[in-house]
């Protein structure tokens, strides 16, 4: 089973700084357009360009991170980054009790945070490469999944309370902490790390900035995978800013009860990550990829269905648990198959390559749902996302592509 797994004292390390900043995040839940709606009395459009350009230019600004970190060692990195994160997100809560904060700060940070995350994910990546053995992939990575959906469950109603008893900046201190003692805990890793080899090409050269997204793309497995999930992660991305508006000012639910909303459904995550084992083990990798990357897809439409009150928040409930226990199942056999099938000279940049993906779908397909959000209505926005992602599994690699590039062997790691 997956909690009986034992994986050394250096990635419990690891496994509790991610634990710590992931329940800060999921206090924080959402926080930055509550924020813009709540404090500022933002727009929809403005709260869509929210949760879209900073993003947008939190992926620009990590292109070139990626090869600086490749080569370096990937704590300092990750610490770095913590830092970084720790040091934007508390100017906001300054900013409002000195009475100064405004939407370009909030865009600021938003972008600052999102490089930040790009850095550290690729960097934590590539150490757990390093950390764990090959065989240990899967396990590890069922463990960050199944951390990251138990801390969304017992955030956002816990911040929703917070923000509703404190005020809008609340969790936003306790986001901010989080990345604080996230450091510490990387900071108490014990043992030698080496730094990446190089391949006999300088890393400063101007092609290192791409060598990820060539790898990616050239694999006929992770082609397919990466063009699959920007797309499905970007719809489902786009749809929060469209939520918080529909949610909070059209159908005039409570901030506890939109944090509810996303919370209670997050349980499915902890039995999706818990099952990746055994059902890899049971149905194969491929059976994963094709059913359960389908069974994403089919379920967002739903939210376009939402009404007041109580129907309407089991509504989103269950759309959400039904996109969680799916979604958390099919993540770390992604995360283990791209980690399997990358060499270790390539892991941060291709990382980096596939969350700059991500960002810049998620950042240009938030704004265009806003845009259609203005000029119609969020529930209309809504639909066409939910009707877009029921094409995404025609982007599902078939099983010869996933088996053509057999992983690295395991001396070269």
């Given at each position: 089973m997956v909690g009986r797994r034992r994986l050394g004292r250096q990635f419990g390390w690891l496994w509790a700084s991610y634990a710590v900043s992931a329940y800060g995040s999921g206090l924080g839940f959402g926080a930055l357009p509550l924020i813009a709606v709540l404090a500022l009395h933002a727009?929809?459009?403005?709260?869509?360009?929210?949760?879209?350009?900073?993003?947008?230019?939190?992926?620009?600004?990590?292109?070139?991170?990626?090869p600086w970190m490749e080569f370096r060692r990937k704590r300092p990195v990750m610490i770095m980054m913590d830092l970084t994160r720790f040091a934007a997100m508390a100017t906001i809560p300054v900013a409002y009790a000195l009475g100064w904060l405004g939407f370009?700060?909030?865009l600021v940070v938003s972008a600052v945070v999102a490089a930040a995350?790009?850095?550290?994910?690729?960097?934590?990546?590539?150490?757990?490469?390093?950390?764990?053995?090959?065989d240990d992939l899967l396990v590890a990575n069922a463990r960050f999944e199944s951390t990251n959906w138990s801390s969304i469950a017992v955030g956002p109603p816990l911040g929703g309370a917070a923000i509703g008893l404190f005020g809008p900046v609340t969790t936003v201190v306790a986001d901010a902490l989080s990345y604080l003692l996230s450091a510490l805990g990387i900071t108490a890793i014990r043992g030698q790390e080496e730094s990446s080899r190089t391949t006999g090409s300088s890393p400063l050269r101007a092609g290192a900035l791409l060598d990820g997204w060539r790898h990616l793309l050239g694999h006929p497995g992770l082609r397919a995978l990466y063009l699959n999930n920007m797309l499905v992660g970007g719809l489902i991305m786009a749809t929060e800013p469209l939520l918080a508006v529909l949610l909070l000012r059209q159908l005039g639910f409570p901030p506890w009860q939109y944090g509810l909303a996303f919370a209670a459904?997050?349980?499915?995550?902890?039995?999706?990550?818990?099952?990746?084992?055994?059902?890899?083990?049971?149905?194969?990798?491929?059976?994963?990829?094709?059913?359960?990357g389908t069974l994403r897809a089919i379920?967002?439409?739903?939210?376009?269905?939402?009404?007041?009150?109580?129907?309407?928040?089991?509504?989103?409930?269950?759309?959400?648990?039904?996109?969680?226990?799916?979604?958390?199942?099919?993540?770390?056999?992604?995360?283990?198959?791209?980690l399997e099938h990358t060499p270790r000279h390539l892991v941060a940049r291709t990382l980096s390559a596939w969350s700059i993906g991500q960002?810049?779908?998620?950042?240009?397909?938030?704004?265009?749902?806003?845009?259609?959000?203005?000029?119609?209505?969020?529930?209309?926005?809504?639909?066409?996302?939910?009707?877009?992602?029921?094409?995404?599994?025609?982007?599902?690699?078939?099983?010869?592509r996933t088996a053509q590039h057999e992983p690295e062997p395991a001396a070269s790691r």
């Open positions: 727009a929809p459009a403005e709260v869509s360009a929210l949760s879209a350009v900073g993003p947008a230019v939190g992926a620009l600004i990590a292109v070139p991170l990626a370009v700060q909030l995350k790009i850095a550290f994910n690729a960097a934590s990546g590539a150490y757990l490469k390093a950390l764990v053995r090959p459904p997050c349980v499915g995550g902890l039995i999706g990550s818990r099952l990746a084992r055994r059902v890899v083990t049971r149905y194969g990798r491929d059976a994963v990829f094709r059913i359960v379920w967002l439409i739903g939210l376009a269905f939402v009404r007041p009150g109580v129907v309407g928040l089991v509504t989103v409930m269950a759309v959400e648990l039904a996109i969680i226990i799916n979604m958390s199942l099919y993540s770390p056999v992604l995360a283990t198959y791209r960002q810049a779908s998620i950042a240009i397909l938030t704004a265009l749902a806003g845009l259609l959000a203005d000029v119609t209505s969020p529930r209309t926005a809504l639909t066409a996302a939910g009707l877009l992602i029921l094409t995404t599994p025609l982007l599902l690699p078939r099983p010869d």
